[in-house]
């Protein structure tokens, strides 16, 4: 990243001019595409202005109309506008140029949330770009419950250890013989003796469809 500031291969999108390393920018948090700030913030405001004219709204600037990232088109919110320049990890702001780290870092712990959450913060120093998997280790079962808990790495924590699920099913007659699995049991798909919503007559039907 440092060597692709250092050549120009950064490139704002929008005036598609090279993104120095002194330069205040803006980075989506969808895509991690880094973008020059009065960039931005013109694309945001031209993006607002385009979806309702202040010449015929009369409640423009109450509004909270959305933008979207130039690239990825991830919709933001007319308040979430940038105004102020933040490194990466969004701790500190302005952050100052130094010549050992990645531009545009603060040089911290990231500390970010990983995504998809699962408690634990990314302690990579301030980055560009997507934080990794969690790499954090957990001790774990697997979905059914049935074998022992396991060392796994939290990234990768949910497992099946291939048995019988073997949970009551809705009908309240069978149990699930799928391999373990995660989520909701599959519908039953036994036949047994069910009776009509008035009780007066009894019939075989698919235990997944009982109501008659």
């Known amino acids: 990243m440092s060597e692709a500031f250092q050549s120009g291969a950064v490139t704002c999108l929008i005036c598609i001019a090279s993104v120095k390393r002194n330069q205040a920018v803006w ?80 040089g911290q712990v990231c500390e970010r949330e990983f995504k998809p959450s699962c408690g634990h913060k990314c302690l990579l120093l301030c980055h560009p770009g997507p934080c990794p998997p969690c790499p954090k280790m957990v001790t774990i079962t697997c979905f059914c419950k049935k074998a022992k808990p396991i060392p796994r790495r939290c990234s990768a924590k949910d497992w099946s250890c291939q048995q019988s699920c073997g949970r009551m099913l809705l009908c309240g007659q069978h149990k699930c013989e799928n391999p373990c699995h995660k989520g909701d049991c599959l519908p039953c798909p036994r036949v047994s003796k069910q009776k009509c919503l008035c009780g007066r007559k009894v019939a075989e039907r698919l235990c997944a469809s009982p109501t008659w």
Request: with cysteine; aromatic share 16%.
């Open 27 to 106: 980075s989506c948090c969808a895509c991690y595409c880094i973008f020059h700030m009065p960039c931005i913030q013109k694309w945001a405001k031209d993006s607002i202005f385009l979806v309702s004219s202040p010449l015929t709204d009369d409640d423009f600037e109450k509004k909270d109309y959305p933008w979207p990232c130039p690239k990825c088109r991830y919709e933001y919110k007319r308040s979430q506008t940038p105004a102020r320049y933040y490194c990466y990890c969004g701790k500190v702001e302005d952050p100052p140029l130094d010549p050992w780290l990645v531009p545009h870092s603060c």
